[in-house]
């Protein structure tokens, strides 16, 4: 934290201690990847922040295979 706000990585883990998302914080925005997990071996989305918004993002099934992407937001 930095002046109260998120600054850095944040980690969320399950009960378990599986690792179930990372995401990049800048003065408590989202800025630049973010990483949520199907298994700690399988990612489920892939997603790039700036300034808060989201510019890229790939998305997959619990296999590995892409679902679906956004490029610039769209």
Do not use: F
């Not at 009960?15 to 199907?38: H, M, P």
């Amino acid at each position: 934290y930095k002046q109260n706000q998120i600054d850095g990585t944040m980690e969320i883990h399950l009960a378990d201690g599986q690792l179930l998302q990372t995401t990049g914080y800048k003065n408590g925005v989202k800025e630049g990847k973010s990483i949520r997990y199907w298994t700690a071996q399988t990612i489920a989305a892939d997603e790039e922040y700036c300034e808060g918004l989201l510019a890229t993002g790939r998305y997959y099934n619990q296999k590995g295979e892409l679902l679906s992407e956004i490029n610039r937001g769209q």
